[in-house]
């Protein structure tokens, strides 16, 4: 699938409702609960990519498939960004620990990494 196609903002809020068999109200709620995004036109209309489409399924699943109410889905979605965010993160220093030497400081971290026998030693500042 082109990557561009996938968040090209072209469906109406009419399509989308009915390619996910839910009413349009249902897509103003979530918006207003600030769980979807759709993009605006210049006259306001919302329109949505099929990246918001795959999202909206997501949130469906939590809501009736889970039972989850909306709070809950706004919670798992706030965890959601945040394990990403932590993962992006992990991968950034496994990066930089792979480029480092026996012994340094890895740069814009608190992190140093020794090595002085067949044991790495890893101190983290996670005072933050």
Same mark, same amino acid.
């Given at each position: 699938?082109?990557?561009?196609?996938?968040?090209?903002?072209?469906?109406?809020?009419?399509?989308?409702?009915?390619? +996910? !068999?839910?009413?349009?109200?249902? $897509?103003?709620?979530?918006?207003?609960?600030?769980?979807? #995004?759709?993009?605006?036109? *210049?006259?306001?209309?919302?329109?949505?990519?099929?990246?918001?489409?795959?999202?909206?399924?997501?949130?469906?699943?939590?809501?009736?498939?889970?039972?989850?109410?909306?709070?809950?889905?706004?919670?798992?979605?706030? +965890? !959601?960004?945040?394990?990403?965010? $932590?993962?992006?993160?992990?991968?950034?220093?496994?990066? #930089?620990?792979?480029?480092? *030497?026996?012994?340094?400081?890895?740069?814009?971290?608190?992190?140093?990494?020794?090595?002085?026998?067949?044991?790495?030693?890893?101190?983290?500042?996670?005072?933050?």
């Amino acid at each position: 699938m082109d990557t561009n196609s996938y968040l090209e903002p072209v469906y109406l809020i009419s399509a989308v409702a009915e390619i +996910l !068999n839910i009413h349009p109200q249902t $897509l103003r709620q979530y918006e207003r609960e600030g769980l979807i #995004k759709p993009s605006r036109t *210049n006259g306001k209309i919302r329109l949505y990519s099929q990246k918001d489409i795959d999202h909206i399924k997501y949130v469906l699943t939590l809501t009736r498939d889970l039972g989850i109410n909306l709070a809950g889905v706004d919670m798992i979605l706030q +965890l !959601n960004k945040r394990i990403e965010s $932590l993962e992006t993160e992990i991968t950034n220093y496994r990066n #930089k620990f792979k480029k480092s *030497n026996n012994i340094s400081v890895v740069p814009d971290t608190k992190a140093l990494v020794i090595k002085k026998t067949s044991y790495d030693i890893v101190i983290i500042d996670d005072s933050k």
